[in-house]
């Protein structure tokens, strides 16, 4: 299937993530296929086993957008939604990484086949805590489950019953800190009972295939590789950073218009040299653009003009 590889807590490639499950970090993770890919930011997408329609058709659209974003795909390799989502991502042309419950050189359950082969061929990973060979045992998915939630930065949770082993890896990634996303559900479904209940207990709504693009953008400052550019005027933006550094959904806020068309705006004016993301994710003009900014300001006020947005440092006009 791929080649072999090892890694023990501790040695370079262990994945920062799962040090953070302590004492319950596994040893030695086995995989197949790329190393490097535990290293790039990936977001877990999971959900039920048995899942209905809808379930399926929201799990291939979160491995859809996640591709299509640059994010990397986690999941368990299940049945339903874990197979919809890592299926969905690979078809995109993106990258998966299946966390299996079983040693990385079995595939199961077999149906999965095409995903753990698959996700190897086009640069992903099958991952595990037990050693090469070993079969399903009870206890290896309650440990893989953990590992799923610490593998990324953010949890998507699809659809899941009350009492299931998708509500354990969402546990083990809220006690993490890693924010949730989960899609609501009809309240006389059993599959969405959990969803639901994450989202009472404060997990992130996602109402719409905008909304998870929205947020992968926030969470991962990502975007999509589709889509129009819409809104280009860079004096409005300008003038609002140099009165505060703010995050796309507050300038979005301040300017009356939607995020993704702020954070597609300010990713072209990063690579143009307009303006810096900070530590926190809020952005600021850099320097060169300020001083251009005051130079033409002082003009302004001169003539008695409105002071016009800053030139492009890469020649042209914004």
């Not at 039920?48 to 994010?71: K, L, N, Q, S």
């Not at 753990?116 to 070993?134: E, N, P, T, Y």
């Not at 009870?138 to 998507?156: D, G, M, Y």
């Not at 997990?203 to 926030?218: G, P, W």
Request: with cysteine; aromatic share 6%.
């Amino acid at each position: 299937m791929g080649a072999r590889w090892e890694v023990a807590r501790g040695e370079e490639g262990y994945p920062e993530g799962v040090l953070e499950l302590g004492d319950d970090a596994p040893e030695r993770i086995y995989g197949v296929g790329s190393r490097e890919v535990l290293g790039l930011p990936c977001i877990s997408v999971i959900g039920a086993r048995r899942a209905t329609p809808y379930g399926i058709a929201v799990a291939e659209m979160a491995g859809r957008v996640a591709a299509e974003c640059g994010i990397v795909v986690v999941s368990g390799g299940a049945l339903g939604c874990d197979h919809a989502a890592s299926r969905a991502a690979l078809d995109a042309g993106g990258r998966t990484v299946v966390v299996s419950g079983c040693g990385a050189d079995v595939v199961y359950p077999r149906s999965s086949l095409d995903v753990f082969h698959d996700a190897v061929r086009q640069g992903g990973a099958v991952i595990s805590l037990r050693a090469w060979g070993k079969g399903p045992r009870r206890f290896a998915f309650l440990q893989r489950n953990a590992v799923i939630a610490a593998l990324s930065r953010c949890l998507f949770v699809t659809e899941a019953g009350m009492r299931s082993g998708t509500m354990s890896t969402a546990e083990t990634a809220n006690a993490l800190g890693r924010p949730i996303y989960a899609i609501p559900g009809s309240i006389f479904s059993p599959n969405s009972m959990g969803t639901n209940q994450l989202i009472s207990d404060g997990a992130c709504i996602i109402a719409s295939e905008m909304d998870l693009e929205t947020k992968i953008a926030l969470d991962y400052g990502s975007l999509r590789l589709v889509g129009e550019q819409g809104f280009q005027s860079s004096s409005r933006v300008v003038s609002a950073l140099v009165a505060s550094p703010m995050r796309p959904d507050e300038l979005a806020t301040r300017l009356g218009e939607p995020v993704l068309t702020l954070v597609r705006t300010l990713s072209d004016y990063e690579t143009r040299g307009v303006v810096e993301r900070l530590p926190d994710g809020s952005y600021t003009v850099s320097q060169a653009a300020y001083r251009d900014y005051q130079r033409r300001a002082d003009a302004a006020g001169a003539t008695g003009e409105k002071a016009p947005g800053p030139r492009n440092p890469g020649g042209g006009s914004s």
